[in-house]
């Protein structure tokens, strides 16, 4: 028996790594983590009995508890909450499926408890990626990746060497403005922007695709996860989400592993790895398919891209700073209180009055984070 925590278990991610345990005999829900969502965590606790849920809000810990006080089952809260269930006794591995970089502490607790990790999570490891992957190392705990591109290079490295990697091919699907200009983007909704066109994911990831700052987020979390730096790292745009990324070895020969966009797939390939087990679902139909088509991605239109880059490759503290004015940017964009080019204007700004600090602890990106927030507060 695998037994597995979640935290994220309401969203996209989190109910889909349900899924996968619901079809797998030898794995086993053993913890559970929300925001605020009871009646669904309510559901969650009477199908797969965890032994410790954590709630972010008190007050809907308060409420859950009332709901379930006939079940044996232990409720948490704020961060103190979600630090116990990375860190509960009882599992052998933390799906990190929370979105943002709220998810740094509880990832780090749970390496420091000797747990693997299952990361859907890309924030934690694009702002303290350099902690995370000593400490994993240190403790000697898997870090296997959700994220479909990633899962994508994971799968074809398989059995390879790290050091005859030429070049990781990240593909793209474009998002739901691909051909779009600048001028076309100036009226663009956030409903429109909701659209995407080959997955279904939540709102903030959604968003991210739309203004490719996902992408730039992948291109980070890779350099970590890979050890390849970032001049070694390639976007490619392959609109029908069919080929989910490549790897380039130093003979020329390039690996590639496509499928129907699924997130169970890279779920499952995580929580059973080294095994491939069966998955339900649809399969790929060469005949029905017909082709797949490739583009360069357009960074001048589409800045989420080379604003990733440029504060990868200043480093250290900016990539923190690109990140937090994104999260505070797509959370005003979700409340229709910015319009979609706001979310460049203020990550551009943010990191352009940012002097990146060397090597940051944790402490000092939370509070690199914090200031962040404070100064587009006090100007959008
Ligand atoms: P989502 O919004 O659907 O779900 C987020 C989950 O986190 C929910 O369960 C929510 O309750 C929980 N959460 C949020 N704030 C919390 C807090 N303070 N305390 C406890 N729980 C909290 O998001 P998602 O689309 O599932 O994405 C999750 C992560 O996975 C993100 O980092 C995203 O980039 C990454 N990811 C998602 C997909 C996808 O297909 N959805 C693909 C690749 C990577
Ligand atoms: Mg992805």
Not at 88 to 107: C, K, Y
Not at 162 to 171: V, Y
Not at 240 to 252: A, W
Request: aromatic fraction near 6%; glycine fraction near 6%; hydrophobic fraction near 45%.
């Amino acid at each position: 028996m695998k037994k597995v925590a979640v935290l994220g278990s309401t969203g996209s991610i989190g109910t889909q790594t349900l899924d996968v345990v619901r079809a797998n005999d030898d794995l086993e829900v053993v913890g559970l983590a929300a925001g605020s969502n009871v009646e669904m965590l309510e559901k969650q606790i009477r199908e797969f009995h965890p032994r410790l849920v954590a709630v972010w809000k008190e007050e809907a810990a308060r409420d859950l508890a009332v709901r379930v006080q006939d079940l044996d089952v232990k409720i948490v809260s704020q961060m103190g909450g979600l630090i116990e269930l990375a860190r509960m006794e009882e599992s052998d591995i933390l799906v990190t499926a929370i979105v943002g970089m709220i998810g740094i502490r509880p990832t780090m607790e749970a390496i420091l408890a000797g747990k693997d990790i299952a990361l859907a999570n890309k924030e934690t490891l694009v702002t303290a990626g350099h902690l995370i992957m000593p400490l994993a190392k240190q403790f000697g705990v898997q870090i296997l990746p959700v994220d479909s591109e990633h899962s994508a290079i994971f799968q074809a490295l398989h059995g390879e060497k790290r050091e005859q990697i030429h070049k990781l091919l990240i593909t793209a699907s474009g998002g739901p403005f691909r051909g779009k200009k600048t001028a076309d983007l100036e009226k663009v909704t956030l409903e429109d922007t909701l659209k995407h066109p080959n997955w279904v994911m939540g709102q903030k990831i959604t968003v991210d695709s739309a203004t490719l700052v996902n992408k730039g987020l992948e291109v980070m979390e890779a350099r970590w996860l890979f050890d390849v730096d970032l001049d070694h790292i390639q976007v490619v745009v392959q609109p029908q989400s069919i080929i989910h990324s490549m790897v380039e070895f130093e003979d020329g020969a390039v690996m590639a592993q496509l499928g129907t966009p699924d997130m169970r797939l890279p779920i499952q390939y995580a929580l059973c790895y080294p095994d491939r087990r069966f998955l339900k679902g649809d399969r790929l139909d060469f005949h029905m398919l017909k082709q797949i088509t490739f583009e360069e991605p357009d960074r001048k239109t589409f800045k989420g891209l080379p604003m990733a880059v440029e504060a990868a490759r200043a480093g250290g503290s900016m990539p923190t700073v690109f990140n937090a004015a994104n999260e505070l940017a797509v959370r005003k964009f979700l409340q229709k209180k910015i319009s979609f080019l706001d979310i460049y204007e203020i990550i551009g700004q943010s990191m352009s009055r940012h002097t990146a600090v060397k090597d940051p602890d944790l402490d000092q990106i939370l509070e690199i984070e914090k200031e962040t927030y404070r100064w587009i507060e006090s100007r959008w």
